[in-house]
T-cell receptor, first 115, second 110 residues
Framework: EPEVTQTPSHQVTQMGQEVILRCVPI?????FYWYRQILGQKVEFLVS????????KSEIFDDQFSVERPDGSNFTLKIRSTKLEDSAMYFC?????????????FGQGTRLTVV | QKEVEQNSGPLSVPEGAIASLNCTYS??????FFWYRQYSGKSPELIMF????GDKEDGRFTAQLNKASQYVSLLIRDSQPSDSATYLC??????????FGKGTRLHILP
């Protein structure tokens, strides 16, 4: 069964360092998303990506964040200069297109710990 | 007004009973509605999606959508201890952004 895969599963980084979180969406999907979940809190939308560009982003997704689809399979989230409050689970998701094919499937997440 | 609202719970339901989870949303233009189950420390897992008004059944799960009332619910019949989890209501709004509620913690009592 096709699935969204994320690497690494856990990343520890020092404050101020850059991190890149990687995702391989389901191959025939067209919409890609990044969400984050701070421990004990709700799943928060960060950004959606369609047709090689950002289609929507939240207030959380400031200039420190960027996304890229460098090739036909990977979808990455870069945090330029990490802060302690960036510590969270980061989930990648993908979905199909069309009016009735919009359900999003999630990867297993990357736990980012900023120290 | 929060975009997707759920009662955080915990909701305690005896094993074998029906668990009823509710969700309201603010964007009247929303078209797609999802229920995800999330076990502690794990990623959200899609269990139901619904696009049209009415009921949609899949095994022990029934999703109900009322667009006029901006209300979506999930019923779990014959609740099992393995159903204990946080259930996330998610709504795709008119901007194609999927917004999650805070989730309802469900506890099935053996």
């Amino acid at each position: 069964e096709p699935e969204v895969t994320q690497t690494p599963s856990h990343q520890v980084t020092q404050m101020g360092q850059e991190v890149i979180l990687r995702c391989v969406p389901i191959s025939n999907h067209l919409y890609f998303y990044w969400y984050r979940q701070i421990l004990g809190q709700k799943v928060e939308f960060l950004v959606s990506f369609y047709n090689n560009e950002i289609s929507e982003k939240s207030e959380i997704f400031d200039d420190q964040f960027s996304v890229e689809r460098p090739d036909g399979s990977n979808f990455t989230l870069k945090i330029r200069s990490t802060k302690l409050e960036d510590s969270a689970m980061y989930f990648c998701a993908s979905s199909g297109a069309g009016t009735e094919n919009t359900e999003a499937f999630f990867g297993q997440g990357t736990r980012l710990t900023v120290v | 007004q929060k975009e997707v609202e759920q009662n955080s719970g915990p909701l305690s339901v005896p094993e074998g009973a029906i668990a009823s989870l509710n969700c309201t949303y603010s964007d009247r233009g929303s078209q797609s509605f999802f229920w995800y189950r999330q076990y502690s420390g794990k990623s959200p897992e899609l269990i139901m999606f619904i696009y049209s008004n009415g009921d949609k059944e899949d095994g022990r799960f029934t999703a109900q959508l009322n667009k006029a009332s901006q209300y979506v619910s999930l019923l779990i019949r014959d609740s099992q201890p393995s159903d204990s989890a946080t259930y996330l209501c998610a709504v795709m709004n008119r901007d194609d952004k999927i917004i999650f509620g805070k989730g309802t913690r469900l506890h099935i009592l053996p």
